[in-house]
């Protein structure tokens, strides 16, 4: 029997007796033959049963779940106070044409001269071709959208045929991007491209529905009983703007998993070392951005998704606060965590895509009822002195907790730098509870997935997923309606934790990943492997977070900088993302596998 535990309420809690503990997660690694059986077991009436609670002991959870008495009320969707605008800030009317929104924040960026980029002077170190720096080449005639599009088929068809495959799409149709890119490139012929964004190729994760791709979700069997009839709202937004869709990115299956392993459509391959995983599940989007394939791309976070492959890849990811964006049209359209969210090479990238998509579901602006979005306004010099009144909030046992040091040591510098640069002051703060959020997080998301996903395992689909999604299934099926409250209970505790937390400081800052991207064993890609480990510096993924790339590890592995900022508090993010890049822009390395699209020759 286990003994009975009581929580003081969160409003009581000492800080001063919170306790850093190291999270193991207790778990298998397995890849073969030893992945297969295991699955059966764990899938067997009687047995399966005793393994998961077996895990599950191991692990903690039914200490915490079953075992105490937690005095907070269940909140079963986000709850976040008002929040007042930063100073500096140029706020949107998110009922505005997506078009007019992107024009609203390429007014807020700082100046730039693509013209310098083609002038033919070497510059200083590597970098990537943003966006504006496309809009001009169109612009200027100096190549066209077509032109453009051919080169980027070409790779696309090459990839099938690398040694090893490079897998980053899941559906492609060469004659509808031709298509987008003719009639765009009549826009600029005719001086009326529909925004910044008009040419641009972004991709799409595969399970958000961009029309006329099936959404697969990467199974071989969710396009058979989903049928996709119009794009997503955040693709339509895109469209509107002129962007033209390459088609669906690779990810790890139905997004259940962070190293992107995909036996079913190949493992994609991290572009700084193609024997290395990209992270997942956002792992195609974060492979193409890196690759410099493509300008930007979307993908899904509910659990890390966003922000780990953009961390390993080396690219820049926006984890959005909950509801800041719509889910209609997604896969996991249904759920309380997940989120849709821009990647690209640039922070500046970001926002303008942040730009195109942003505006809450009807359902959501009722009850979450989210405040004006607003950008940081980066056009004027005197808007970067607001920096220096920034609090970052450093957890410094969470913050060195990580695989290597050179990771917390290359984050450790950043703060030096933005304390030297801009006078930004770290304060030290105590995150408590971090097993309990992980646990409450992970019943969350699995009891919302099972649920979404049942009627189809009970079909017979079931049987049709990788392994290591099955094992994750396993997990899920074994939480019960009592799990799924007190993980809701527990979602309250978290929250007013991280508000008083953003009464004493602005940003919470750690490293995205306490590991730069492993390798991807042989044994993985044929059946898969378990995926059980954490490989995120986790923390409640009911908040807005940014990640940006800071550096790289003694191997040249991209090192991240994860920003956690107050609910609907994007612009703060985005404007700290943006000195943090300019510090760190000298040390960016160029991918091993990288293709300079704009270069025609």
Not at 275 to 293: C, H, K, M, N, Q
Request: charge should be negative.
């Amino acid at each position: 029997m286990g003994k009975k535990r009581v929580m003081v309420p969160a409003k009581d809690l000492d800080l001063s007796t919170v306790k850093y503990e190291h999270e193991v997660i207790k778990a298998p690694h397995l890849t073969g033959s030893m992945l297969k059986l295991f699955v059966r077991m764990v899938e067997a009436p009687v047995l399966g049963s005793l393994i998961m609670s077996f895990l599950k002991k191991q692990n903690k959870m039914v200490e915490m779940l079953q075992n105490t008495v937690i005095p907070e009320a269940p909140m079963f969707k986000p709850e976040f106070p008002p929040q007042d605008a930063e100073p500096s800030v140029v706020i949107v009317d998110e009922e505005r044409k997506p078009e007019d929104r992107v024009e609203l924040a390429l007014k807020c960026l700082p100046h730039y001269d693509p013209a310098s980029c083609w002038s033919g002077d070497s510059l200083p170190s590597f970098r990537y071709w943003k966006i504006r720096d496309y809009a001009y080449a169109y612009r200027s005639k100096l190549v066209t959208p077509s032109m453009v599009a051919e080169k980027i088929i070409s790779i696309i068809e090459d990839c099938n045929y690398h040694k090893p495959p490079t897998p980053l799409l899941i559906s492609f149709d060469a004659e509808d991007i031709r298509k987008q890119a003719a009639a765009s490139t009549q826009r600029f012929e005719e001086g009326n491209p529909l925004s910044i964004l008009d040419g641009i190729f972004m991709a799409i994760k595969d399970d958000i529905d961009c029309y006329p791709h099936p959404s697969k979700g990467a199974t071989t069997w969710m396009h058979e009983v989903r049928s996709v009839e119009k794009d997503a709202v955040c693709v339509s937004r895109l469209r509107s703007c002129g962007v033209i869709l390459v088609g669906k990115a690779n990810m790890h299956e139905l997004g259940m998993g962070t190293t992107g392993n995909n036996p079913n459509y190949g493992t994609t391959r991290n572009p700084h070392a193609l024997e290395r995983y990209t992270g997942g599940s956002s792992s195609g989007p974060a492979a193409i951005v890196a690759s410099g394939l493509c300008s930007a791309a979307l993908g899904t976070d509910g659990g890390g998704s966003v922000r780990i492959p953009s961390s390993l890849c080396g690219v820049v990811g926006l984890k959005t606060t909950y509801g800041r964006t719509s889910m209609e049209g997604s896969i996991c359209d249904a759920g309380t965590v997940e989120i849709i969210g821009p990647i690209a090479s640039t922070v500046e990238d970001v926002i303008l895509v942040y730009a195109a998509i942003l505006g809450s579901s009807p359902e959501d602006r009722i009850s979450l009822r989210p405040p004006p979005p607003c950008f940081p306004d980066l056009s004027s010099l005197e808007n970067a002195n607001t920096l220096g009144s920034l609090r970052l909030g450093k957890y410094t046992e969470w913050f060195n907790d990580v695989h290597s040091t050179d990771i917390s040591d290359v984050c450790e510098d950043v703060l030096k730098l933005l304390s030297k640069s801009h006078g930004c002051e770290t304060i030290e703060i105590v995150i408590p509870e971090l097993h309990e959020m992980r646990t409450a997080h992970v019943v969350s998301i699995g009891s919302e997935t099972k649920c979404s996903l049942n009627p189809d395992c009970e079909d017979g689909k079931g049987v049709k997923l990788t392994y290591d999604t099955r094992i994750s299934m396993a997990l899920f099926r074994s939480f019960t309606a009592s799990d799924y409250v007190a993980a809701q209970c527990l979602r309250r505790r978290i929250m007013h934790h991280h508000m008083e937390i953003f009464k004493k400081v602005d940003v919470i800052v750690t490293p995205t990943t306490g590991m730069t991207a492993p390798k991807i064993p042989s044994s993985a890609l044929k059946d898969g492997e378990t995926d059980m480990q954490v490989t995120v510096h986790s923390v409640s993924a009911y908040l807005m977070r940014f990640i940006i790339a800071v550096g790289y590890d003694k191997q040249g592995l991209p090192i991240g900088l994860q920003l956690i900022g107050r609910p609907w508090g994007e612009e703060t993010i985005l404007h700290l993302a943006s000195a943090v890049e300019e510090l760190c822009a000298k040390s960016r390395k160029k991918p091993a596998s990288f293709y300079d699209i704009l270069n025609i020759k």
